[in-house]
């Protein structure tokens, strides 16, 4: 999506450990036109397929699932939820998650009575990095017997190998921005 990458362009900034900021658009401040956009974009990318639900886990994929489940018949959002620790009940779905930006493991919540065995989900995320956090949502998913119909990410940093293991496992993976380089010391950002 060459907007998103303009986008990119203009307000991201390269941060030393891979890291990319797009607080002023995708994860902090929000431009809810081009949220909306982005999920047209996942609408016409994910056309034909069936989906009853979007999940995406807190806190930034929330808002960009929120926008793009206009353009999916307002199917319902369910994000995972994050805790510390968390005290089993038989009630949740449960895993755990090592988060890239803050270098810690989580562990991540969806209670069972919001994803049933034969629903067709759709995840969404705003980045796809080593994949830890798409992976966890894919088992929550099987734990609970849903189908994975797609999966929609705003910017895939295609420099590490989360994209490259999902689409071998067969997985539908759209991306609406790849970064395949970018260099903190000059700020600059190759797509492929
Ligand atoms: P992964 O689990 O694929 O390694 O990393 C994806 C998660 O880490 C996303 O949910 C996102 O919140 C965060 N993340 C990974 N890389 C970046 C980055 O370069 N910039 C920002 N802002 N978040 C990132």
Redesign the pocket.
Known sequence: MKELEEYIRRFGTVKEG??????AFL?HQCDVALFDRMGEEWARLFAGKPVDKILT?EA??IGIACVAARHFNNVPVVFAKKYQSINLDGEQYATS?????KQKDFHVIVAKKFLSAGEHVLLI??????????NGLIEICEAAGAVVEGIGIA?E?GF?D?GASLRERGYDLQSLAIVDAMDPATGEIEFR
């Open positions: 891979n890291v990319l900021k797009v607080d994860n886990i930034s994929g998650i090592h988060s890239f930006t995320d705003d980045f796809l990095a080593n994949g830890c956090a798409l910017i940093k590490q989360g």
